[in-house]
């Protein structure tokens, strides 16, 4: 058996040496991760003028300790971190990881199963006075992701502002497929970037206030897409979005965490375009195609969603 599984380490090492050093320093970091958790009685949360949530589900609670882990370890810390839940037993009884997480800090909050859009709708429903930075439960954060956020946020404090953006684009008038959509290049503000989860996104309080005045037509047009529908409040509302660095920040997964993702449904499956289409009427494309540097504000139709009955996505 030993024999056997050199003989695998060798074959990996000549095939992709760059890769098994990554996946053994991951291992050494998960190992000090875990160590951290049983040892450490520092506070998670700090100075930090922002509120950090994350939430999950299934297998996955047992996981997001590691995320937890990692904004607790980082230069600058939140004033809160939130996990919101929607299983009440786990809320009642967590894990032993996150009961210690807990005794630092950590508020495990219940809320109804609003999907992926826990990480932001519960938070606006309380009436938020500070912003708001959503993060995955599936990442491994370094220690500058939430100081690189707040510094972008101070320059710009009206803006959405992500590590990991795309660039929507058009075919003549009409919005291109989600597939064909671009990595985001530059930190310039715009109605055409949307800031995807996965890598962090800080949402400032105006875009809180539209998301808890918009309510839960989520669950109806973007039940498994909440950075689509947060996107299609932000342009209604005439907030633009960037992102921090020139190029798209990548972290590395958690290992065993990308089982039940939605990224078959959502990218493979086309779920992102149907749940696009849905959420962004033809007032909103027409906002985004011109994305005219000098027009905010709120679009004047005082409905909630845009009939979709016109241009489709």
């Known amino acids: 058996m030993v024999i056997k599984r050199f003989a ?3 074959a990996d090492l000549r095939r992709d040496p760059a890769a098994l050093t990554q996946r053994a ?14 040892l450490s009685r520092r506070s998670v949360t700090g100075s930090g003028a922002v509120v950090v949530n994350l939430t999950s589900f299934g297998h ?3 996981l997001v300790f590691y995320a937890l882990e990692t904004i607790a370890a980082g230069r600058n810390r939140p004033a809160r971190l939130i996990l919101w839940l929607d299983d009440t037993a786990t ?23 609003f ?3 826990k990480k932001q709708y519960p938070y606006a429903l309380t009436g938020p006075t500070l912003p708001l930075v959503a993060a995955d439960d599936d ?3 370094p220690r500058r992701w939430l100081a690189e956020l707040l510094g972008a946020a101070a320059r710009h404090p009206l803006d959405i502002t992500g590590q990991r953006a795309h660039t929507i684009t058009f075919d003549g008038d009409d919005v291109a497929p989600y597939s064909r959509w671009v990595a985001a290049r530059g930190t310039a503000a715009s109605f055409r970037t949307l800031c995807t989860g996965v890598s962090g996104i800080y949402y400032p309080l105006g875009l809180l206030a539209a998301l808890r005045a918009e ?9 498994r897409a909440d950075d689509l529908w947060v996107y299609s409040v932000a342009v209604r509302h005439g907030i633009r979005a960037r992102q921090v660095g020139e190029r798209q920040a990548e ?18 499956e086309g779920g992102n375009d149907a749940q696009f289409a849905a959420c962004v009427g033809a007032l909103e494309r027409e906002r985004v195609l011109r994305d005219d540097p000098l027009e905010s504000g709120p679009l004047p139709t005082a409905s909630v969603l845009r009939a979709v009955t016109t241009d489709g996505a």
């Open 8 to 10: 695998r380490l060798v």
């Open 25 to 38: 320093a991951i291992k050494l970091r998960l190992a000090r991760l875990r160590l951290t958790n049983r």
């Open 60 to 62: 996955r609670i047992d």
């Open 91 to 113: 809320v009642a009884h967590p894990p032993a990881t996150l009961h210690r997480l807990a005794r630092r800090g950590l508020e495990i909050r219940s809320c109804p199963d």
């Open 115 to 117: 999907g992926p859009h």
């Open 139 to 141: 990442v491994l954060y």
């Open 215 to 223: 309510g839960d037509d989520f669950l109806r047009v973007a039940p």
């Open 251 to 268: 972290y590395p997964a958690i290992p065993g965490s990308q089982r039940g993702t939605l990224y078959r449904q959502n990218v493979t």
